[in-house]
């Protein structure tokens, strides 16, 4: 795969990692995703 199938088209890409402190992980959502699909807070 090329790096720019992986970075712009992959299908699964939600946005990109900005912040992990601890277990939570905060992530920049790319501008063509679904907001309202993605809002998972989970507690493992």
Do not use: P
């Amino acid at each position: 795969m090329s790096r720019h199938f992986t970075e712009e088209e992959a299908v699964l890409r939600i946005g990109e990692v900005c912040e992990v402190s601890g277990r939570a992980v905060t992530i920049l959502v790319d501008k063509n995703k679904n907001l309202s699909d993605l809002f998972i807070r989970e507690k493992f």
